[in-house]
């Protein structure tokens, strides 16, 4: 069938138009994808910086969307932590939800991400994730990536875990989430905090499917 022109000025007919394209692929109909999408939490456990790093490696490519979402607790804690300001944070993203919008389009599996990621998660949170509650749009977020089969990364920020923490991770990796603990390695020989934070934000980065660049410096054996 051939595309007629509506009234609109938009093509209708054989395809989509370019309005429900973009709503349907959570970008522009014509420019093929090119960017990937990605949700980035941060929740409420100490390590807030693991996560502000991975916004800031991310929202500098051209070619990804960052969503994100700070809990409640976790904006206190950037602040506290990093001393940066909650609206500086968020202006890197491409878009920043409050974690009580669930009307939002994340909280939908017909609007596609590529990656979904929780840094740090705290252990209330992987509790939620672990036992399929969705009350918040992060933890939905994180149940809409598990149900469609996509990439979900889960950075657990804790120390000792209890029993009841390891069956909840475990839960999560049964179901197809990515498993991490903000557990830098030594092996570069790090000599600043910063150093520690780029190792596991590079690894973040590396899980979700991105190129971590500098961030990670890879072992390459005894020297």
């Known amino acids: 069938m051939d595309a007629e022109a509506g009234a609109d000025g938009q093509h209708r007919g ?8 973009r709503v349907l692929g959570g970008g522009s109909a014509t420019s093929g994808r090119s960017a990937r999408t990605v949700v980035l939490g941060i929740s409420g456990a ?3 910086a693991y996560g502000v790093r ?15 979402i ?10 506290d932590e990093t001393g940066m300001d909650i609206g500086a944070l968020e ?3 491409h878009k920043a939800w409050p974690d009580s919008r669930m009307e939002a389009p994340l909280a939908s599996g017909s609007f596609h991400v590529d990656a979904t990621a929780v840094v740090p998660c705290s252990m209330s949170t992987v509790g939620k994730l672990a036992s399929g509650v969705a009350d918040t749009l992060l933890t ?16 657990a920020r804790e120390m000792p875990l209890s029993t009841v923490d390891l069956r909840n991770l475990t839960s ?25 934070v780029d190792l596991v934000a590079g690894r973040v980065v590396q899980s979700m499917g ?3 660049g500098i961030l990670l410096k890879r072992y390459m054996g005894p020297q």
Do not use: I, N, W
């Not at 700070?70 to 602040?79: G, I, M, Q, Y």
């Not at 809409?144 to 889960?154: Q, S, T």
């Not at 999560?172 to 520690?196: C, I, K, N």
């Open 14 to 21: 054989g395809g989509l138009t370019m309005a429900r394209a």
């Open 46 to 48: 100490s390590g807030a």
């Open 54 to 68: 991975v916004l800031e490696e991310l929202s500098g490519r051209t070619d990804v969307r960052v969503h994100l």
């Open 70 to 79: 700070v809990t409640a607790a976790a904006r206190r804690l950037v602040e």
């Open 91 to 93: 202006a890197m993203a």
């Open 140 to 155: 939905r977020a994180c149940a809409v990536a598990l149900k469609e089969r996509r990439r979900l990364v889960v950075v």
């Open 172 to 196: 999560l990796s049964e179901a197809g989430a990515v498993v991490m603990v903000a557990s830098p390695p030594f092996y570069t020989r790090p000599r600043r905090v910063d150093d520690l």
């Open 210 to 212: 991105f190129d971590p």
